[in-house]
């Protein structure tokens, strides 16, 4: 095999693969390595490439194949490491196992696609009246005590998607602008006259209120259109229009 | 040709049942032996096919059913437009390999031969009805065991569990201890 043939290989996303088995039996069928004769560290020096390969795609490995790429590694450095063999000690072979669970899956997965052909025919075949009505809007009726958990939890989670919505309620939010409060001001703040905050923002005001028109009250004062009096901190605001208030406006 | 009327009885049953009616109930129902039905059965499909029907009387399940012909999928698929569901996944074909074989089996059981986690697989699979909880493993923390069902059987037209593509072998392999495995080569090596 050439360098060609191997890199276009690594191309081969790991989407592709259902799990580390799969994609060692790719990797076995690609190098022609016989299952019951597997070079342990060729192997894991190929899948590792593959795993390694897809890290730098910045693709998400699965658990699984980090597992299988562990096992490998430990399997590989067994197989490197000399033996030590004991009289009647049977040598166990690290790669037993794995051979065994890629046989197994083999085998699945040839029948998974001996089930795929029969499905292929058989989505063809329609039979009457049977499964299909499986299919019609209106469900069957289960029979009491037939109900699977399945079929509960279906009808719980249809219970929850029917729940009617809870009474809600709109809160309009009030706004009021400085220049709203500038305008009810210039009827409250007469020429020649001296009004009180307390006054201007009456008995038991909301907090809004306090704020936009102690804010107006800065604002005003910036301007020079009204002058203030407090006798000492947190006592009353007198309030008095100047004459500037009637030239800017 | 002119159908018996054991023939046109057969027919009817099989027509109206809401379940593949298998040769015990056809026997019963009509009143005769078995043989008489399965003669019945093959009077009625020759007629089919003379006559050149677009039906035909087929087994499946345990029992009999009339199927329309593969020829006229594309045609009566267009009845389910939208309602039926799409061809499985090769994770749910492996997971669903793995269940009827070694049925009744655990989560976990299937996981360690997959090799991957198959938790929205076997979802898949009991929403399309394809396999059922049929108990729990009186082991630590009861795991759930999975069954195929009969929709199972109809969906890859089996007509019962018997009839799945024979491979004794697996049993063996599940249990055989791997020095076991190394004498014989089960699959051919020319397999992959």
């Known amino acids: 095999m050439n360098e060609q043939t191997v890199s276009t290989g690594y191309r081969i996303e790991l989407d592709a693969f259902e799990g580390p088995l799969d994609l060692l039996l790719y990797l076995l069928r690609r190098d022609e390595i016989d299952i019951y004769d597997i070079p342990v ?106 109900a699977s958990l399945l079929d509960l939890l279906k009808a719980l989670s249809s219970l929850s998607e029917g729940e009617p919505e809870l009474p809600s309620q709109r809160i309009q939010r009030t706004l009021l602008t400085i220049s709203e409060c500038i305008g009810t001001l210039e009827h409250r703040i007469l020429p020649g006259r001296t009004i009180s905050f307390r006054e201007i923002i009456g008995p038991e005001p909301a907090r809004l209120k306090i704020v936009s028109y102690f ?35 | 040709m002119i159908l018996d009327r054991l023939a046109r009885e057969v027919e009817a049953l099989i027509f109206a049942s809401e379940r593949p009616l298998s040769v015990e109930q056809l026997c019963e129902y009509t009143g005769s032996g078995e043989d ?36 006229f999928g594309d045609v009566v698929s267009q009845l389910f437009e939208g309602r039926k569901p799409g061809k499985l996944s090769r994770a749910a074909l492996e997971t669903m390999a793995v269940i009827a074989y070694s049925q009744p089996c655990t989560r976990i059981a299937i996981e360690s031969i997959r090799g991957v986690n198959c938790d929205s697989a076997i979802r898949t699979l009991l929403e399309r009805d394809m396999i ?61």
């Open chain 1, 41 to 146: 560290a060729h192997v894991a020096d190929q899948f590792l490439k593959y795993i390694r390969r897809a890290r730098e795609l910045d693709l998400d490995i699965a658990s699984e194949y980090l597992v299988m790429a562990a096992t490998l590694t430990k399997m590989k450095s067994k197989a490197l490491l000399p033996t030590h063999k004991f009289d009647g000690e049977e040598e166990a072979d690290p790669g037993a196992e794995l051979r065994r669970q890629l046989i197994l899956y083999r085998t699945f997965r040839m029948i998974a696609e001996e089930l795929q052909k029969s499905e292929e025919t058989w989505t063809e075949i329609y039979t009457s009246p049977g499964e299909r009505e499986r299919w019609s809007s209106d469900k069957t009726e289960i029979e009491p005590g037939q």
């Open chain 1, 215 to 249: 804010i107006t009250i800065l604002e005003l004062m910036r301007r020079g259109w009204i002058n203030c009096h407090q006798a000492y901190p947190f006592s009353e605001i007198q309030l008095q229009r100047t004459e500037r208030w009637s030239v800017d406006s």
């Open chain 2, 36 to 71: 008489s039905i399965h003669q019945a059965l093959d009077r009625l499909n020759k007629s089919f096919l003379d006559q050149q029907h677009a039906l035909m009387i087929i087994e499946v399940a345990g029992g009999f059913r009339i199927a329309t012909d593969r020829e």
């Open chain 2, 132 to 192: 059922k909880i049929s108990g729990r493993m009186e082991t630590p923390g009861r795991p759930l065991l999975y069954s195929t069902t009969r929709a199972f059987l109809e969906y890859f037209g089996l007509s019962n569990l018997d009839h799945l593509p024979r491979f004794d072998e697996i049993e063996e392999l599940l249990g055989m201890s791997s020095s076991e495995l190394e004498e014989r080569d089960l699959f051919g090596t020319g397999e992959e």
